[in-house]
């Protein structure tokens, strides 16, 4: 089992439909990242969390440290968000080192 | 400013050859990560370097991966006699500090391809 697991894997969409993309861990963590990467490869940070709750435009992020679960939520939602996002967690034992979800690969269709 | 760059953006080597990949990240950043993406998987972490000292390098897959960043800037990762399991792309990051406290800047990658 990962230590990071994100559902769904696939998420397809209709244009201004709300999109959850959830994220679970089993380690204790000092931070939650949640990344975005386009086709051919770019990855650009969202959020850095470790507490609450976090808006930025049309992204949301959440964390619930004692359930050990994040989401992002998408309101809106439009074809250029189409793009994999990955959740990334900073390991208590380790400030240097990140651990990667799989990555949900997000479809908006128009 | 300019983002992190890498290059070179794609390397296609015969198994057995060396290969070194360059990693110049945002002018300032102490703190520079190298990581791992196989194909339609998350990224893994290889290791990080604050300055020039390499803190932590347990993410490096055999003693075939080594990475450096003499000054404390540009970094290279060079793999030895790479292998077909080598290819993946190859991501650096730079942020101003430790994974918990800052946000981390990608570069675009290297595709690293072994025939």
């Known amino acids: 089992k990962n230590e990071v697991e994100q559902s769904p894997q696939n998420l397809t969409a209709q244009e201004g439909e709300f999109i959850t993309i959830n994220c679970s861990y089993s380690v204790g963590i000092s931070a939650l990242h949640w990344l975005q990467q386009h086709p051919g490869g770019g990855i650009v940070s969202l959020f850095m969390?470790?507490?609450g709750k976090k808006k930025h435009g049309r992204l949301i992020a959440t964390i619930n440290i004692q359930e050990k679960h994040s989401s992002l939520h998408i309101t809106a939602s439009h074809p250029r968000d189409s793009a994999v996002y990955i959740c990334?967690?900073?390991?208590?034992?380790?400030?240097?080192?990140?651990?990667f979800g799989e990555g949900t690969q997000l479809t908006v269709n128009p | 400013g300019a983002g992190v760059s890498q290059s070179p953006r794609y390397k296609v080597a015969k198994r057995g050859q060396d290969v070194a990949l360059r990693c110049d990240p945002i002018s300032g950043h102490v703190s520079l990560f190298w990581y791992q993406q196989a194909l339609g998987q998350g990224p893994e972490f290889l290791t990080y370097?604050?300055?020039?000292?390499?803190?932590?390098k347990s993410g490096l897959p055999s003693d075939r991966f080594f990475a450096e960043r003499p000054e404390g800037s540009v970094s290279t990762l060079k793999i030895q006699r790479t292998q077909q399991e080598d290819s993946a792309v190859y991501l650096c990051?730079?942020?101003?500090?430790?994974?918990?406290?800052?946000?981390?800047?990608f570069g675009p990658g290297t595709r690293l391809t072994v025939t």
């Open positions: 969390l470790s507490s």
């Open positions: 990334a967690v900073c390991q208590e034992t380790s400030g240097s080192r990140l651990t």
């Open positions: 990051a730079s942020s101003w500090g430790l994974a918990h406290l800052f946000e981390q800047y």
């Open positions: 370097f604050q300055n020039e000292a390499q803190l932590d």
